[in-house]
């Protein structure tokens, strides 16, 4: 079982910087693309940006130039940096992986979430 842990969020004030980080744990044999997404109150899910394996990524329109998504294999991680936020970027963050795992019946695709961690912005 593969399991995506978030860290990172919490209250910052319009113009502040946080970072998200989504570990991912348990048996897989690779991860192929990675990604943030968010949902807001009232709001559907939107995608933030994702990043392929070879490190393309792709942003939402209304976060590029502030939010910077990377990743580190070795620890099978993605991160969320996001600066210059605004109060519009409150919601609720989750990360998605594309995982590989390998088993008795060969390679199998699976789509895994976090559980989510919330951001606020407000002064």
């Known amino acids: 079982q593969v399991q995506l842990v978030e860290s990172g969020g919490g209250l910052v004030q319009p113009g502040g910087s946080l970072r998200l980080s989504c570990a991912a744990s348990?048996?897989?044999?690779?991860?192929?693309?990675m990604g943030w997404y968010r949902q807001a109150p009232g709001r559907q899910r939107e995608l933030v940006g994702v990043?392929?394996?070879?490190?393309?990524?792709n942003y939402a329109d209304s976060v590029k130039g502030r939010f910077t998504i990377a990743r580190d294999n070795a620890k099978n991680t993605v991160y969320l940096q996001m600066n210059s936020l605004k109060p519009e970027d409150t919601a609720v963050y989750y990360c998605?992986?594309?995982?590989?795992?390998?088993?008795?019946?060969?390679?199998?695709?699976?789509?895994?979430w976090g559980q989510g961690t919330l951001v606020t912005v407000s002064s």
């Open positions: 998605r992986d594309e995982v590989v795992v390998y088993g008795s019946e060969g390679y199998r695709y699976l789509e895994v």
């Open positions: 348990g048996s897989l044999f690779s991860i192929n693309g």
């Open positions: 990043i392929t394996s070879d490190g393309s990524t």
